[in-house]
């Protein structure tokens, strides 16, 4: 599988212009899109962004990262530029993962760092579980690796993302509302209270499109039904053994646990902690909310840079591969 460049621009970030190329993969339904950063010979960085988001929630934050890196962002299915989903499929997480080993295949990346926001760190630690020996670092942004359900609850869920996608079906719901910018702007506000309004303008460059009468949020409507891929608690600590990457959580003082967790949530995103320290793992907190990265990246940055630079930078025994870009 080919990727394709689709051309070179230039982001400004801080006082620095830095080269961003813009990315295609062709997958089996259409296109994984999204925008690389760094020298082509640097170490390889995938970035996988939160649900309902697209790759722009990097934009502040890997101009702050260490240079040396090439950092490839992507927009997930039926996120951002990409393609969405066949019809009648629904969205979940095996099938991220899947999404993400396509992209590394194309990219030809047999071992690499992993950054992940949100849901994008739960596919990174599916992926990290699954496939231990191609990833070295793993960056979990206010994200726990995984999401574990109740096995009690499983039922429930699952009936209730087959009920969805059936209505969503029957209703043709996925007819595109119109809005002006501005009102595109204050519906992902009233949606995402953790956005600041700049950050809100930086995830609609990818995440609108231009229809007749105005512009239409480009991600698919389907990825807001309910996720019946579900692992419990017991699976999700059995694949957090299995990842032989470094791994360092960064959590946000107001962020997912606070905003979204339930109290039963809670023992499993402790017990996934208390996992992650016993294998001496790094876990940090950091002042700011669910998108502290993209709101405020000057606090993520440091933490983030001395990370990759002391566990993948500095290894004499890191890779040097040449990225097909």
């Given at each position: 599988?080919?990727?394709?460049?689709?051309?070179?621009?230039?982001m400004?970030?801080?006082?620095v212009?830095?080269?961003?190329?813009?990315?295609?993969?062709?997958?089996?339904?259409?296109?994984?899109?999204?925008?690389?950063?760094?020298?082509?010979?640097?170490?390889?960085?995938?970035?996988?962004?939160?649900?309902?988001?697209?790759?722009?929630?990097?934009?502040?934050?890997?101009?702050?990262?260490?240079?040396?890196?090439?950092?490839?962002?992507?927009?997930l299915?039926?996120?951002?530029?990409?393609?969405?989903?066949?019809a009648?499929v629904?969205?979940?997480?095996?099938?991220?993962?899947?999404?993400?080993?396509?992209?590394?295949?194309?990219?030809?990346?047999?071992?690499?760092?992993?950054?992940?926001?949100?849901?994008?760190?739960?596919?990174a630690?599916m992926?990290?579980?699954?496939?231990?020996?191609m990833?070295?670092?793993?960056?979990?942004?206010?994200s726990?690796?995984?999401?574990?359900?109740?096995?009690?609850?499983?039922?429930?869920?699952?009936?209730?993302?087959?009920?969805?996608?059936i209505?969503?079906?029957?209703k043709m719901?996925?007819?595109?509302?119109v809005?002006?910018?501005?009102?595109?702007?204050?519906?992902?506000?009233?949606?995402?209270?953790?956005?600041?309004?700049?950050?809100?303008?930086?995830?609609?460059?990818?995440?609108?499109?231009?229809?007749?009468?105005?512009?239409?949020?480009?991600?698919?409507?389907?990825?807001?039904?309910?996720?019946?891929?579900?692992?419990?608690?017991?699976?999700?600590?059995?694949?957090?053994?299995?990842?032989?990457?470094?791994?360092?959580?960064?959590?946000?003082?107001?962020?997912?646990?606070?905003?979204?967790?339930?109290?039963?949530?809670?023992?499993?995103?402790?017990?996934?902690?208390?996992?992650?320290?016993?294998?001496?793992?790094?876990?940090?907190?950091?002042?700011?909310?669910?998108?502290?990265?993209?709101?405020?990246?000057?606090?993520?940055?440091?933490?983030?840079?001395?990370?990759?630079?002391?566990?993948?930078?500095?290894?004499?025994?890191?890779?040097?591969?040449?990225?097909?870009?």
């Amino acid at each position: 599988m080919q990727q394709v460049l689709k051309g070179v621009r230039h982001m400004a970030s801080s006082s620095v212009k830095q080269a961003v190329s813009d990315l295609s993969v062709p997958v089996p339904w259409g296109k994984i899109r999204g925008k690389a950063w760094g020298p082509d010979h640097g170490h390889p960085v995938l970035c996988l962004h939160g649900w309902a988001d697209n790759c722009g929630t990097f934009d502040t934050l890997l101009p702050l990262l260490p240079k040396e890196c090439r950092y490839v962002a992507v927009d997930l299915a039926g996120h951002g530029l990409s393609s969405h989903r066949p019809a009648g499929v629904l969205y979940a997480f095996p099938s991220y993962v899947m999404d993400v080993r396509r992209v590394v295949d194309a990219l030809q990346w047999s071992r690499f760092s992993i950054i992940g926001h949100s849901m994008g760190g739960n596919i990174a630690g599916m992926f990290s579980a699954l496939y231990p020996e191609m990833v070295d670092a793993l960056i979990l942004l206010d994200s726990y690796g995984f999401l574990p359900t109740d096995p009690k609850e499983m039922p429930r869920v699952l009936r209730q993302g087959l009920d969805e996608m059936i209505h969503f079906e029957k209703k043709m719901e996925d007819k595109k509302k119109v809005y002006t910018y501005e009102k595109a702007v204050e519906r992902l506000l009233a949606g995402n209270r953790s956005l600041s309004e700049q950050s809100a303008k930086i995830l609609l460059e990818r995440g609108l499109v231009q229809v007749e009468g105005g512009v239409a949020f480009s991600r698919d409507f389907r990825i807001n039904l309910k996720n019946i891929a579900r692992i419990s608690l017991e699976q999700s600590l059995e694949l957090q053994s299995r990842i032989r990457a470094s791994v360092m959580v960064i959590l946000a003082e107001s962020g997912f646990e606070k905003m979204f967790a339930e109290s039963e949530q809670k023992k499993f995103t402790a017990a996934l902690l208390r996992g992650y320290r016993d294998r001496n793992h790094t876990v940090v907190t950091v002042p700011g909310d669910h998108h502290v990265h993209l709101n405020s990246p000057e606090v993520v940055a440091p933490l983030a840079s001395d990370f990759l630079q002391n566990k993948v930078l500095s290894s004499s025994t890191a890779d040097v591969q040449t990225p097909k870009l």
